[in-house]
């Protein structure tokens, strides 16, 4: 946490950043801390939008992280909401097969 607060002030290091707490993310989920894991890709993903990497796959694998996070949270709207933004981005950038 005090390493992205010192990242945070620097500029430029916004899509460092995200993948940090994207990575996060993750490691909340697996330890079944999902809220935390909730918390880490919604800000993951305001900044990956406001860095401007909305198309890259990145992001929609992120938007789908964040999915499960919210099934687990029982916010099924909002995960489906995600998954299918997840979706049309990754369909966007790897094909319509994509992993």
Same mark, same amino acid.
Request: contains cysteine.
């Given at each position: 946490?005090?390493?992205?607060?010192?990242?945070?002030?620097?500029?430029?290091?916004?899509?460092?950043?995200?993948?940090?707490?994207?990575?996060m993310?993750?490691?909340?989920?697996? *330890?079944?801390?999902? %809220? /935390?894991?909730? !918390? &880490? #890709?919604?800000?993951a $993903?305001?900044? *990956?939008?406001?860095? %401007? /990497?909305r198309? !890259? &796959? #990145?992001?929609?694998? $992120?938007?789908?992280?964040m999915?499960?996070?919210?099934?687990?949270?029982?916010?099924?709207?909002?995960?489906?909401?995600?998954?299918?933004?997840?979706?049309?981005?990754?369909?966007?950038?790897?094909?319509?097969?994509?992993?």
């Open positions: 946490q005090k390493a992205l607060k010192i990242l945070d002030d620097a500029p430029g290091q916004q899509s460092a950043i995200a993948g940090i707490e994207a990575q993310g993750v490691i909340y989920y697996i *330890l079944g801390k999902y %809220g /935390e894991s909730y !918390s &880490s #890709f919604k800000s $993903v305001g900044k *990956l939008r406001a860095s %401007g /990497e198309k !890259s &796959s #990145f992001f929609g694998v $992120v938007l789908n992280q999915g499960l996070a919210c099934v687990q949270r029982y916010a099924i709207n909002e995960a489906a909401d995600l998954f299918e933004e997840a979706k049309s981005i990754l369909e966007e950038v790897c094909g319509p097969y994509h992993p």
